[in-house]
């Protein structure tokens, strides 16, 4: 059909009219910046400028920020304000960023949003560490009470999919999802993510997409123990113990999924004993937990410990789930002869040595995308993909994860990308629970087209 119809709104009427739009018009405009320069201020100004030049005048709904590298963070975010102020934006420091199949170790990088098709609620608070599940389902409640519904179109939209959908796809695919970011792990403080995934969905349930990622800094600086700060941005704020939610209800069709591609290895064993609230893993099958991981790799114990992370992120601990996946934790810090991780073991629990070879990782763009296309055939190309890759995946790829980020692209006909490398991922495979993920690739696409144009069949 030429010309395709759709309903025109006109926001100053506050009223639906029966006009015609023509097919050129777009449901969604996305701008995306980045900015390599030195001064804080002037990075986040000039990353801020590109990225707004993409929404053909338009003021943003949202942007997405993120950053690597010694910039100040006061100082990028007077920059980011000069040009963005007035509108949201969040996001905050990372290990790396990416921007398009680029890797910057110093750098800012933008994704603008702006539709008529998508609104945001957006709370934060500087204080997860005193509660991370309290302050979530706070934190939670604060940005449901933020979120802004058009009464004459959202409703609308929502008798469109009725009307022309199929209800089977209104269940599947639902008009709302949330957006976490996290501050990951500086100790002796942990990330604590697991927790603010159940304060998140006591509040609005496991049926909702809840997406996102861990902001860090050089993951060098955790191996080698020095110093360093996680910062966040809420819109002009810059929190240092923060967590920000981000609401959405969305009439656009959207995608997430992700995955780790560690292949299960035929080493196998229980957690047999915990400490420290779950977070020291002191025995595995009863044995030491250095001692069993050693045994298991063939490997002298005093090389093990010579480069115990090195090796838990390359051969990480592997839990099955109810789906016959894996949820990966890596990174093992040695503790007097057990293994100290950013999130929480259950006594009880099976375990498998899981295989990260590269060669193994570079296939998870092309699971990813399966997944998301299996999931809604009829989508097309995204306007944007936003990624979250473990910090590890940088370490174990090196040179590779240029070329994963290619894949990525190419996996999905070539959309914009921009992201950053975390400490940790929240998300799920296509309409299963949230959890909280290491060493996984973390996608989720926004695509110019509305939910009622599509079945999902």
């Known amino acids: 059909m030429v010309g395709q119809a759709k309903v025109y709104y006109s926001s100053d009427a506050h009223s639906l009219h029966g006009g015609i739009k023509m097919d050129k018009e777009k449901n969604i405009y996305i701008g995306t910046g980045v900015s390599k320069t030195d001064d804080s201020f002037q990075a986040g100004k000039e990353a801020a400028e590109m990225a707004l030049k993409g929404l053909d005048g338009k003021k943003p709904t949202i942007s997405y920020i993120f950053f690597a590298g010694d910039y100040d963070p006061y100082k990028l975010n007077e920059g980011l304000k000069s040009v963005l102020d007035g509108t949201e934006y969040v996001g905050g420091s990372s290990d790396a960023v990416f921007f398009e199949d680029e890797i ?209 992120q390359r051969y990480p601990l592997g839990i099955p789930d109810n789906f016959g996946n894996f949820i990966v934790r890596g990174g093992g810090v040695p503790n007097q002869g057990a293994l100290a991780y950013v999130a929480p073991f259950v006594e009880g629990w099976p375990v498998y040595l899981m295989d990260a070879d590269p060669k193994n990782l570079m296939g998870t763009s092309k699971e990813i995308s399966e997944d998301i296309k299996h999931f809604i055939p009829e989508s097309g190309t995204p306007a944007l993909g936003l990624a979250f890759l473990c910090a590890s995946r940088r370490v174990i790829l090196q040179d590779q994860l240029k070329d994963e980020l290619k894949n990525l692209k190419a996996c999905f006909n070539g959309m914009p990308v921009i992201g950053f490398s975390c400490f940790g991922e929240i998300g799920s495979k296509p309409g299963l629970p949230p959890g909280f993920q290491h060493m996984a690739s973390n996608v989720f696409t926004l695509y110019d087209k509305l939910l009622h144009e599509v079945t999902g069949e």
């Open 104 to 312: 910057m170790r110093k750098g800012v990088v933008i994704a603008s949003i702006y539709s008529n098709y998508l609104h945001v609620g957006i709370a934060s608070n500087d204080n997860v560490s005193s509660g991370p599940y309290e302050v979530a389902k706070k934190t939670t409640v604060e940005a449901l009470d933020k979120l802004s519904i058009d009464k004459y179109l959202d409703p609308y939209l929502l008798f469109t999919r009725m009307r022309k959908g199929s209800v089977k796809w209104m269940f599947k695919m639902p008009s709302f999802y949330v957006h976490v970011f996290s501050r990951g792990m500086k100790l002796p403080t942990m990330g604590d993510e697991t927790k603010i995934i159940k304060g998140v969905a006591d509040e609005i349930g496991l049926n909702i997409p809840i997406w996102g990622g861990s902001l860090g800094n050089y993951l060098e600086s955790v191996f080698s123990g020095k110093a360093y700060e996680i910062y966040m941005l809420h819109s002009g704020k810059v929190l240092k113990d923060g967590l920000v939610i981000v609401v959405n209800t969305c009439s656009l069709v959207y995608g997430q999924s992700i995955a780790h591609s560690c292949k299960r290895m035929d080493k196998f064993g229980f957690i047999s004993k915990v400490d420290g609230g779950g977070y020291v893993v002191s025995e595995i099958s009863e044995e030491p937990a250095v001692d069993w991981y050693a045994k298991q790799l063939n490997i002298p114990k005093d090389e093990f410990l010579k480069n115990t992370m090195g090796i838990t």
